[in-house]
């Protein structure tokens, strides 16, 4: 764990509230919610998960190791998941069926064309193709429906700083135009692929952070979470480090603002985070993080820099109702909340109730 330094600045930037938004009390701008269903959208789960892929750790086809990034097709509603430690990409179709998109069945890793090397995130199409943040290869990975094998889209394959290198790369999405976005976490930076690749020429293009780690307004912190605001140019970044939630305008002379968290003070209160992962926004503008190492998920709802436990208590366990350093995030077409519970090796998921 590094060491944080207790000199920070938090700088809020407050969201418009929806005609919609209920407010249950309101202190220099900061709006207080008690309960996610006071927030756009009235949405609630239930507080206990059932496991949808999972059977005890290890390689089997309904088996899992240390999971980490989630990503829901909209279209499809395929679910796919980066099997970290069996270094794969599952996918899971609606019918409950699962099949390995990406990677070697049986759990196998390597450095090759056919293999991967602890995936983190995965992003994939309506077609069925994915795109694979193999992170200990540095590369970012296309793998086409039943392909046997993939192909580099980004990234050398070689650990470094040089813009056709890669940090360890820790998740990947593709824009409307088919750039391959992606955050390379050591390298404290968010890049941008054309969605041509050439190996010879191809370089990313720094579109948030590139001034080191550190808590300035102008840097990131091993950038571990990212969502794409692609109409309003926002990226929404978690920095694992500094345990908060950047909101990065994209453009030289747009502000940079904390937007949940308190920047290199973890906590487990309502205001802060701990080391945290996953994120995604809903419809409504909700934000939701995997609050990895405090064992639940968040929801800051608009104007609120206080979040609501949806999911988890707060303890490390394997109950229904419990999480153990959740990592990833995910909602399908009904706003039902999928979890990649990472240290119990499952998928849960949590009941959205009407």
């Known amino acids: 764990m590094r060491k944080i330094s207790s000199k920070f600045e938090t700088v809020f930037k407050l ?15 900061q709006h207080f919610y008690k309960e996610s269903s006071e927030c756009p959208g009235n949405l609630k789960w239930s507080r206990t998960a059932t496991t949808i892929i999972g059977n005890g750790y290890g390689s089997g086809f309904n088996q899992l190791s240390l999971p980490t990034g989630l990503f829901l097709e909209p279209k499809t509603q395929i679910l796919y998941i980066s099997d970290n430690s069996n270094n794969r990409i599952q996918k899971r179709y609606p019918n409950g069926e699962i099949k390995t998109a990406a990677g070697q069945a049986n759990g196998t890793g390597g450095t090759t064309a056919d293999t991967l090397w602890n995936p983190v995130d995965v992003f994939a199409d309506e077609n069925e193709n994915v795109f694979v943040a193999d992170s200990s290869n540095q590369r970012i990975q296309l793998w086409k429906k039943n392909a046997k094998s993939g192909r580099t889209v980004a990234g050398n394959g070689t650990r470094g700083s040089a813009l056709n290198e890669f940090g360890y790369p820790s998740r990947v999405l593709l824009d409307s135009k088919k750039n ?35 808590l300035n307004p102008d840097q990131l912190n091993n950038p571990f979470g990212l969502y794409y605001d692609e109409p309003n140019q926002i990226f929404y970044i978690s920095n694992h480090d500094s345990h908060s939630i950047t909101q990065w305008f994209i453009g030289d002379y747009e502000p940079h603002n904390i937007y949940a968290g308190i920047p290199g003070r973890f906590g487990n209160s309502s205001a802060q985070l701990f080391y945290p992962e996953g994120i995604t926004l ?48 995910a909602f399908d077409s009904e706003l039902n909340l999928y979890v990649s519970d990472t240290f119990n090796s499952r998928i849960q998921k949590f009941q959205r109730i009407q």
């Open 15 to 29: 969201r418009t509230p929806t005609k919609n938004t209920k407010l249950i009390n309101v202190n220099n701008g």
């Open 282 to 329: 809903d419809s409504y503008g909700n934000l939701y993080v995997a609050d990895c190492q405090n064992n639940r998920i968040q929801m800051f709802c608009p104007n609120s820099v206080f979040g609501i436990t949806i999911a988890g208590n707060g303890q490390s366990g394997n109950s229904s109702y419990e999480l153990s350093f959740p990592g990833d995030v």
């Open 180 to 214: 391959i976005i992606v955050a390379d976490t050591q390298n404290e930076r968010i890049t941008r692929w054309p969605s041509t690749f050439d190996p010879r020429t191809s370089v990313g293009t720094i579109m948030a952070g590139g001034n080191g780690a550190g």
